[in-house]
């Protein structure tokens, strides 16, 4: 994808990131910025009071300069192992997705997807050293935040504990701080390690007034369109520094097309199928199921804000209550035309093969059943929406001890409203596939992949799933300053959440066709004489697959006007009188979860060391209500018999843990 970028921005400009620790050296050669920087962070603030109290002098550096060197302020002043990227100014962190940023730090891996759907255009989830997306903590301004994801497979899926960055645009986040080691005084539930987006505070602006805006347009040279992207801020505070407010929103209108070829599968051959009765030596082998040229379009509009009142009436005292809000509608349609090897090898024997790598790379099928199937899926406002309220207060109880209280709710959704789909197959003569290139060579016999012709309905069907995840949470930290030779601080704090997570779907589909009608055979969803064209960059040389298919798409309104005249259907108002047929219970489960935590840790501090020892107990509560065809032994129920799918119970699995966990971490100075 190529990106144009137009820009009005009514501040200093620059971007700004950082690659990997270093040391910061004067630089008499190049001038720093002398423009009074927009925004200042509390940790910038800390590190200029500290040289000022060393030497009695302060330097202010502003633009790509000033946020290099708080990004290795922070890195160096940080006990634990801390990675940090900083914006140079307001909305200027390095990337539009937060995520696509966090990308640039040593041992942090992003993710464009989160189940086995493919790559999308932004990076979606992130992970630490190669872990699980769900082993590393995502939080904002130290609390968690809930996950909405747009699509269906996310929505119910593999998506585990992790958060979705598609919902979190990089404009709102002035500093996002990476702890690679964990302390006491962090969140559980980071085994790998804990991502911090800091966002920015009222108090915290260098002038009275600021107003920013910026206006972008997108351009993505597969879809040949340009889209508006625009975000605006604007702050106040009063002229003592003691009240502020500040408001910021965003709008972001992108393109995404997608082109290519997917292997959605493989299973190993068993000794029941034909071709290993005919060849004893292929059981075992691994073979694929699907291979498929597939072409993904899509409009996804980003829109929502972020505000916070900021009161601080004397340096004892400082409360902020911030909210924000995220929405992202993903309307797609998805084309695949596929090699359907699964049937194959279940109804067929190759006439040749080859095997590489416990794999079978090619086969040669004649004439048998149908070896291509076509899907046509179209996901009309497809959307996923976040949000969180929370209030921080700050009280210097002594001149020695500070108590720090947080308290809040956030709320995620994932929304398929609906899943209008057809699927069609085909016979050919024989089909044969091979490794070609970067992927596959599929050849079906007298079968033109961009004709309709020989193809036979085969199946609609219809979805509907929702995904709600939802916490409330509240914590107070303390620090008392004990400042007795190497003890300089106890930190110790208590912290409670309730979280809940609960999946919904509602499935109906249709055998069409001569296959067994339950309505009788429907239009095909393309014209047989014309059907839609793909784009003209869709060929096998610009992709490294000389035996590329390349498939015809279905209308969406044909496709929609098929699902209305199933029997029992699930579209528009229909729906909600005909969920508890559909009700799809096998992938449909809810999760609530008590967690309350306690600490206590000792900063130390010596000669070119600092650390911090420390212990953390954790209880956490889990009931899951999942949704079984029988019950275990010794539980019983009555089962739920509306469902389409078949009866089902409701069993209720309940896990206490408690866990006890140390930690330590020490940096020398050399």
């Known amino acids: 994808m190529t990106v144009n970028k137009m820009r009005l921005v009514g501040s200093a400009s620059g971007i700004a990131l950082l690659c990997a620790a270093a040391p910061a050296f004067a630089q008499s050669a190049a001038p ?55 914006a140079t100014d307001i909305g200027k962190l390095p990337d539009k997705n937060a995520a696509d940023a966090l990308q640039r730090i040593v041992g942090v891996n992003t993710e464009s997807a989160a189940s086995g759907e493919g790559g999308f255009d932004e990076n979606d989830r992130v992970s630490i050293r190669g872990t699980s997306p769900s082993l590393t903590q995502v939080t904002i301004d130290g609390h968690s935040v809930a996950t909405g994801d747009w699509f269906i497979l996310d929505q119910y899926q593999t998506v585990g504990r992790s958060v979705s960055f598609t919902l979190l645009p990089a404009e709102l986040i002035d500093t996002v701080e990476v702890y690679k080691t964990q302390d006491a005084s962090l969140l559980e539930g980071g085994v790998a390690g804990v991502v911090n987006l800091i966002t920015r505070k009222p108090l915290d602006f260098t002038q009275p007034l600021t107003v920013q805006a910026s206006v972008e347009g997108a351009y993505n040279s597969l879809s040949k369109e340009t889209k508006p992207q ?20 965003f709008y972001e209108d992108r393109s995404v097309e997608r082109l290519g070829q997917e292997t959605l599968g493989y299973e190993p051959i068993t000794a029941a199928m034909p071709i290993a009765v005919a060849h004893p030596s292929l059981i075992g082998v691994q073979a694929p199921t699907l291979i498929g040229s597939t072409l993904f379009e899509q409009e996804k509009i980003r829109e929502g804000g972020d505000a916070a009142i900021e009161w601080r009436p004397n340096d004892r005292v400082e409360l902020n209550l911030n909210g924000f809000y995220s929405r992202l509608n993903a309307t797609n349609v998805n084309d695949n035309y596929m090699y359907w090897g699964s049937n194959e090898l279940n109804t067929n024997v190759p006439t040749s093969y080859t095997v590489a790598h416990n794999t079978l790379t090619s086969a040669v099928w004649p004439a048998g059943p149908n070896g291509l199937v076509i899907d046509n899926i179209t996901r009309p406002n497809e959307n996923a929406y976040t949000y969180y309220v929370n209030l921080d207060g700050k009280f210097k109880v002594t001149d020695n001890v500070t108590i720090k209280t947080q308290v809040g709710y956030t709320q995620g959704v994932g929304n398929t409203p609906e899943q209008p789909s057809f699927e069609s197959d085909g016979a050919s003569a024989g089909i044969s596939y091979a490794r070609s290139g970067n992927g596959w060579t599929v050849d079906p016999v007298g079968i033109n992949p961009q004709s309709p012709a020989g193809l036979a309905n085969d199946w609609a069907w219809n979805a509907i799933f929702q995904s709600i995840d939802t916490e409330y949470y509240g914590k ?21 959440s309730d979280h809940t997570r609960q999946v919904d779907g509602w499935d109906r589909g249709c055998t069409l066709g001569a296959n067994g009608a339950c309505y009788g055979s429907p ?25 590329l298919l390349i498939p015809i798409a279905g209308n969406p309104g044909t496709i929609g006007s098929i699902i209305d005249a199933i029997p029992g259907g699930i579209r528009g108002s ?71 799918f078949g009866p089902y119970y409701v069993d209720q699995v309940r896990h206490n843990y408690l866990d006890v966990l140390p930690s330590a971490n020490f940096t020398y100075d050399i």
């Open 574 to 644: 229909a729906a909600v009188t005909k969920q508890a047929q559909n009700y799809y219970w096998l992938d449909s489960f809810k999760v609530h979860e008590d967690d309350y935590a306690g600490y206590i840790m000792a900063k130390l501090e010596g000669e070119n060391w600092r650390g911090n020892v420390g212990l953390r107990i954790v209880d956490t509560d889990e009931n899951a209500f999942v949704n079984t065809p029988t019950l275990p032994a010794g539980v019983t129920g009555t089962p739920i018999t509306t469902s389409a």
């Open 32 to 86: 720093a910025d002398s423009t009074t920087p927009t925004y200042v962070t509390p940790v910038a603030k800390a590190a200029a009071e500290k040289v000022a109290a060393e030497t009695d002098q302060v330097v202010v550096v502003t633009g790509i300069r000033a946020s290099l060197q708080k990004a290795i302020e922070i890195k160096k002043l940080a006990v634990d192992q801390v990675d940090a990227i900083s």
């Open 230 to 249: 625009f975000d605006g801020l604007m702050s106040w505070k009063s002229p003592d520094d003691t009240f502020g407010v500040m408001v910021q929103g």
């Open 523 to 547: 239009t095909m969803p393309f014209s047989a004489t014309n059907p839609t064209p793909y784009p003209s960059g869709y060929t096998g040389s610009a992709l490294g697959i000389p035996g």
């Open 476 to 496: 107070f930290d303390g620090d008392w300053q004990a400042d007795a030779g190497p003890l300089k601080d106890v930190l110790f704090g208590f912290h409670a």
